[in-house]
């Protein structure tokens, strides 16, 4: 940072100094008092000059010389001059005024700027030094000291002012990444927004406005297809989860792991529950229970779910009678009502056209084997088979 101030009057030359100047003349005179006064002079204005203190010291011995050097005595006494001595008094009075002049004139208005600008340089120097360090405190303090200096100074202002926004900025800056930490989207984007409009490229804003902006619209998202999942709207639900999966993989992973887990194994059951002996569905509840296991492959309830939705289709789909009562003995002793009580009666039918084929071919006892384990079934009628029995024991009564 860079200030231009108003530079003060730069001292003379020493041999242009008008002090120095009568100094000389007053050597060559031989008034060594005066002398040694106008030199006192010019060492405070220039306290390092060498020439200035080698001057002072031959005049000043040359002082100490004309006080002890004797005086002439004569035997005659005479009277003093008054008038002589009158004038030479007037003289030093005249001699001490004029230096006195030039103090006032020359001399004290250029040591008074020249402290000045010291002070200014040395505060702005300290200003510098503060910004460049990001002590703003610091900063403030010295600039506020040099507007106390040069109260008209714009550059001092604006230097205050820019202090004042990159304050505001590292203030909102802040208080945006809490916000965000705390995944409050929509204050840190109105905080970002406000940093925005004090300085739009302030460290990474543009880039945690991206993110804020993304993740206020996933979380909008996230909360939609939170909505389908306690509505079990899998299907809508696994559509949200899937979005954002895709959209970003460290977007609440966790959550939207469990979350699709649970989604496709609803998904899976409830499909079932409407299946009937479609084997359509059954092949899609079993592709979500496979999804289910992508996520958690060691689950066992959805290995479970799995493999009894496997066994029901390959019941669908045999032909082969033993085996498709096999199938289904096998799921109905773990659920006697799964897909909705279908197996069950699906199992009751295919018992019964079994037996209807071991009574034919005359294994009666076979045949009875099989009406009697229908008869036990979980179903809404087992009449058939009851009746069945009934008609086989009367045939066996002698």
Same mark, same amino acid.
């Given at each position: *940072? ?6 003060p ?13 009568? +100094?000389?003349?007053?050597i060559?005179? +031989?008034?060594?008092q ?5 030199l006192q ?12 203190k !080698?001057?002072?010291?031959?005049v #000043? ?16 006494? %005479? ?7 009158? /004038? ?9 005024? /004029?230096?006195? @002049? ?9 040591i ?8 200014i340089?040395n505060?702005r ?8 360090a ?6 403030r ?14 550059q001092?202002?604006? @230097?205050? !002012?820019?202090?004042?926004q990159?304050?505001? $900025? ?9 916000l965000?930490?705390a ?8 905080t970002?927004?406000?940093?925005? +409009? ?11 406005l ?8 996933m979380?909008?998202?996230f909360?939609?297809?939170?909505t389908?999942?306690n ?5 809508e @639900?696994i559509?949200g989860?899937e ?12 959550e939207i792991q /469990?979350? =699709?887990?649970?989604s496709? =194994?609803?998904y ?5 529950e409407?299946?009937?002996t ?5 092949s ?8 289910a296991? %992508? ?8 290995l ?7 066994n ?5 789909? $045999? ?7 096999s199938?289904?003995q096998?799921i109905?002793?773990?659920r006697?009502?799964?897909?909705g009580?279908?197996?069950?009666q699906?199992?009751? $039918?295919?018992?019964?056209?079994r037996a209807?084929s071991?009574? !034919? ?6 045949a009875?084997a099989?009406? #009697?384990? /229908? ?8 009449s058939?088979?009851?009746? *069945?029995?009934?008609?086989?024991? @009367? !045939?066996a009564?002698?």
């Open positions: *940072m860079a200030y231009d101030f108003a530079a009057t730069e001292l003379p030359s020493l041999q242009d100094h008008p002090v120095y100047l009568q +100094g000389m003349d007053e060559a005179a +031989g008034q060594w005066q002398a040694f006064q106008s002079l010019l060492k405070d204005i220039y306290p390092d000059d060498a020439e200035v !080698e001057l002072l010291e031959q #000043q011995m040359r002082v100490a010389v004309a006080q002890f050097q004797p005086r002439q005595s004569s035997r005659t006494t %005479k009277r003093p001059n008054i008038r002589l001595i009158v /004038a030479a008094l007037l003289g030093i009075v005249i001699i001490a005024l /004029a230096a006195y @002049a030039v103090y006032v004139i020359w001399v004290n208005p250029v008074v700027q020249e402290l000045r600008l010291r002070q340089t505060l120097n300290e200003a510098d030094e503060a910004l460049i990001g002590d703003y405190a610091r900063a303090q010295s600039l506020e000291r040099l507007q106390a200096a040069l109260p008209e100074d714009p001092t202002s604006d @230097a205050l !002012e820019m202090i004042e990159v304050e505001r $900025s590292s203030v909102l800056y802040n208080e945006a990444k809490t965000m930490a995944g409050n989207w929509d204050q840190a984007i109105a970002l927004t406000e940093l925005q +409009g004090l300085d739009a490229e302030y460290r990474d804003l543009p880039q945690l991206q993110i804020a902006q993304e993740s206020q619209a979380d909008a998202q909360q939609a297809a939170e389908a999942f509505d079990e709207d899998w299907a @639900a559509a989860y979005a954002l999966r895709e959209t970003s993989l460290t977007f609440r992973f966790e /469990a979350r =699709l887990f649970e496709h =194994l609803g899976g059951q409830a499909i079932l409407e299946a009937g479609d084997v359509g569905p059954v899609e509840a079993i592709s979500h229970f496979s999804e296991l %992508k996520i958690r492959p060691v689950d066992a309830k959805a479970d779910e799995r493999r009894l939705a496997e029901y289709l390959a019941a669908l789909n $045999s032909e082969d009678q033993d085996e498709v009562i199938l289904l096998t109905y002793s773990e006697p009502d799964y897909v009580n279908q197996v069950a699906l199992l009751y $039918s295919t018992l019964l056209g209807g071991l009574l !034919e071919s005359g294994h009666e006892d076979a009875i099989d009406y #009697q384990v /229908a008869a036990q079934l979980l179903v809404d009628d087992v058939e088979a009851q009746e *069945m029995l009934a008609e086989l024991a @009367a !045939e009564a002698p």
